[in-house]
């Protein structure tokens, strides 16, 4: 589904000139979203997680509450409280001043209630105080998954300065999803340290195809990506259950390496973690996940016997290797662009940080009960668990108490799920985007067939071996 924030709007029956997003530039509002229909308006109090205007809110309340009248209640508050202290260590059962007690509770609970009610009247009334100032009649915002709220960069900027120094023209030009950004302000506003993951897939669907030939002589063709069979023979069967259900007939498995360069938004989604790093002082931890691809492609190969499991596994690796090298051109590339920057790459290859990888996340994927609530299907299981863990690697890593999520809108079940398991761990706040459409107009760059993948580079043949028999020899 294609769609855009002024549209989402109007099937809502919404004016957009009444909402927090009549302030965006009609690009932004305009700006193709390819995404389900999971899309709810919700209220804007709920989500201050990614909203500025809360946050502008709760910053004037906090002015309001330094007035006499709420800095009193506050201080006779904390003199009941102190008091009540000191009759419990006095007399831990409280027996001897069980009466005093009860009244000093009861006065107290009432100043707190006192106290709540002029928040909530501060915050109603500067909330109106800002959305007449501004033209704003429906304070709410779209949420997306029930987990994050569309924003724009702007609303970065407005809720901490140092995302102002960030220098990409197609960040701010792009509707973002946000999650948690308080959890960022706050840890710029103290010094913490923090931490930026994310990246591209290893490759979309169309670059890796996987040809299965069975003794019958009869041949397969799948997307590795996507795990479909597209060729002519028709079969709605999946891969991995292709391969289950004909185990003892396959005799040759062969893949054929489509891929022809990094894309734009491959090359985008690595420059994002580098340009919203160095303002922030920021470590980045970037996972080339092709051990989670090695370890798909191993498990759903199960049924097959182990010689011709393992060479498929191996010559997979070699494609692997080849794609994972041109993302670690890239990053080299960026190193140098944005110097002084801490950076630390995942990939199969660099076996001492896989090794803590899986180390450090043991702790929190042993806990009774949560793996079979994450996923239900046991082939993708194990890289299911990678992708939720790899965006604590910056916690894995450096011990970093706040992370930033920059990625693609498809990976906001993963922070969703990140933030379940690693519960009070760490702050986990995410940056989403859109991804592009490719130029067909009509699929994402990940999802475009080959010739409107966008590639930015060709470093020639892609070629790891494609075809079955005899047909390589051609």
């Given at each position: ?50 909203s500025w205007l809360w ?125 948690n950004i308080p959890s ?275 470093p020639g043949d892609a ?12």
């Amino acid at each position: 589904m294609v769609t855009t924030v002024k549209e989402l709007l109007r099937q809502k029956g919404i004016r957009i000139e009444d909402t927090l997003y009549g302030l965006n530039s009609r690009e932004l509002n305009e700006f193709p979203i390819t995404a389900g229909d999971f899309f709810r308006m919700e209220p804007e109090k709920r989500w201050r997680g990614g909203s500025w205007l809360w946050e502008a809110c709760a910053a004037k309340c906090r002015e309001k509450e330094e007035n006499p009248t709420f800095l009193e209640l506050k201080k006779e508050s904390r003199r009941l409280g102190k008091r009540i202290r000191e009759l419990k260590e006095a007399d831990p059962n409280g027996y001897g001043h069980m009466e005093e007690l009860r009244a000093l509770r009861t006065v107290n609970q009432g100043i707190r209630e006192a106290m709540q009610r002029l928040v909530m009247y501060y915050r109603s009334q500067i909330l109106y105080e800002l959305e007449q100032e501004m033209g704003i009649r429906d304070s709410r915002v779209l949420a997306y998954k029930n987990t994050v709220s569309i924003g724009s960069f702007a609303d970065l900027e407005r809720q901490a300065e140092a995302f102002c120094q960030v220098e990409l023209p197609w960040l701010r030009k792009t509707p973002l999803l946000l999650g948690n950004i308080p959890s960022v302000t706050e840890a710029v506003r103290k010094g913490t340290p923090i931490g930026i993951v994310g990246g591209p897939c290893l490759f979309g669907t169309h670059e890796v195809e996987v040809l299965v030939r069975r003794r019958d002589g009869s041949e397969a063709s799948f997307d590795f990506s996507s795990g479909r069979r597209y060729d002519r023979q028709g079969g709605g069967q999946e891969l991995a259950d292709y391969l289950e259900d004909h185990a003892g007939s396959i005799t040759e498995i062969a893949f054929c390496d489509n891929k022809k360069g990094v894309t734009v938004q491959e090359q985008e989604s690595l420059e994002v973690l580098f340009a919203m790093a160095a303002p922030l002082g920021a470590r980045v931890a970037i996972p080339v996940p092709d051990i989670s691809y090695l370890k798909y492609l191993y498990t759903i190969g199960f049924a097959l016997p182990e010689k011709l499991r393992d060479q498929s596994v191996e010559d997979f690796r070699k494609i692997t290797r080849r794609i994972a090298d041109l993302y670690l051109t890239q990053i080299e590339r960026l190193k140098r662009k944005y110097p002084g920057i801490e950076v630390q790459v995942l990939h199969e290859r660099n076996q001492e940080l896989v090794g803590l990888f899986y180390e450090r996340r043991e702790e929190f994927f042993s806990k009774s009960g949560l793996i079979r609530r994450l996923t239900a299907k046991r082939a993708k299981t194990d890289a299911i668990f990678d992708y939720i863990s790899m965006l604590a690697l910056p916690y894995y890593i450096w011990e970093t108490p706040c992370v930033i999520q920059v990625d693609n809108l498809d990976e906001t079940d993963s922070y969703r799920k990140c933030r379940k398991v690693h519960k009070n761990a760490f702050a986990l706040a995410s940056v989403l985007y859109p991804e592009k459409l490719s130029r067909d107009g009509v699929n994402t760059i990940f999802n475009a067939p080959i010739e409107y993948k966008d590639y930015i580079d060709s470093p020639g043949d892609a070629g790891c071996g494609c075809g079955l028999g005899e047909a390589e020899e051609g």
